[in-house]
């Protein structure tokens, strides 16, 4: 979808997002019966809209991995929540298997003792390497690791993937086709 989602707050609009796709997948699914829901967010940026509507939600798992400090502002390790916030602000241009095992040693903390029923990524392309809005270093395979690892690790769910930042369309492209081929 675009436009992305994650910043849109409750009540209002920012950061290029109207409404959070993901905020509104993940109620729409507890409607029907998905209790728990785990959202994985690797966008450049920290999901500051979906961490504001959830944080207080313990229904609700929410992981971030993000540059930091960097727009929004917010997503230190230290916001927490009710304990269902797993935040991962990282510098730009750490080596691309750092950001990888730190991506999913947050996601193994979040789903210690809790099965979600859902798993929702805020799929960010604005995180791989030469994107004009990030300093990440990632590459589309290591997106599509993180997914094949999250498909792994919460195995009963379903993992659904919405569409987040990424500027460089060849980038945004190449990201998006290695995802798919993931959760093919």
């Known amino acids: 979808t675009r436009p992305p989602g994650h910043h849109a707050l409750a009540d209002r609009a920012m950061g290029f997002c109207f409404l959070n796709n993901v905020a509104l997948a993940a109620r729409h699914a507890q409607q029907l019966g998905k209790r728990q829901v785990i959202i994985v967010d690797w966008?450049?940026?920290?999901?500051?809209?979906?961490?504001?509507?959830?944080e207080r939600d313990p229904s609700v798992r929410f992981v971030?991995?993000?540059q930091y400090p960097w727009y929004p502002g917010t997503g230190a390790?230290?916001?927490r929540g009710v304990g269902n916030?797993?935040?991962?602000?990282r510098p730009p241009g750490l080596p691309r298997a750092v950001y990888v095992r730190d991506l999913l040693a947050a996601v193994t903390a979040a789903l210690d003792g809790w099965r979600p029923e859902l798993v929702l990524v805020s799929a960010g392309f604005d995180s791989l390497a030469g994107d004009p809005l990030g300093g990440f270093t990632l590459e589309p395979e290591d997106l599509a690791q993180c997914a094949t690892e999250l498909r792994r690790r919460a195995a009963a769910a379903p993992v659904v993937a919405v569409l987040e930042g990424g500027?460089?369309?060849d980038r945004l492209a190449a990201g998006a086709a290695a995802l798919v081929r993931a959760l093919a």
């Open 43 to 54: 966008d450049v940026h920290h999901g500051n809209g979906t961490q504001a509507i959830f």
């Open 64 to 66: 971030s991995m993000h």
């Open 77 to 79: 390790a230290a916001e």
């Open 85 to 89: 916030v797993f935040n991962v602000p």
């Open 167 to 169: 500027y460089r369309l």
